[in-house]
């Protein structure tokens, strides 16, 4: 924020970008957000900025899974197979 000459006062914490693209939109807050979330938002009333500086942030994907969820849902147990397949998961 301080490369774009912002002052940068934190104000709400989110625990998802489409929570905070919600606060972005009320008005009341401006959000650090992917550009995959420029699509929920009119191009007129909100400005994008985009700092090089984000590029080398890095965030760790997690899976929380429940295995209950097998007997809820019948196509569960499928998705898991293919993201073991496709993914390296952790235990």
Do not use: Y
């Not at 700092?51 to 019948?74: K, M, Q, T, Y």
Request: glycine share 6%; hydrophobic share 45%; aromatic share 8%.
């Amino acid at each position: 924020m301080t490369s774009l000459g912002i002052t940068f006062r934190p104000a709400l914490a989110c625990q998802s970008f489409p929570q905070a693209a919600s606060a972005v939109k009320s008005g009341l807050f401006a959000s650090i957000l992917p550009k995959l979330a420029l699509a929920d938002f009119p191009a007129k009333g909100f400005v994008f900025s985009e700092d090089r500086a984000l590029d080398g942030l890095r965030r760790e994907i997690v899976l929380a899974w429940n295995p209950r969820i097998a007997s809820l849902r019948p196509g569960a147990t499928r998705l898991l197979e293919q993201m073991q397949r496709h993914f390296h998961l952790g235990r």
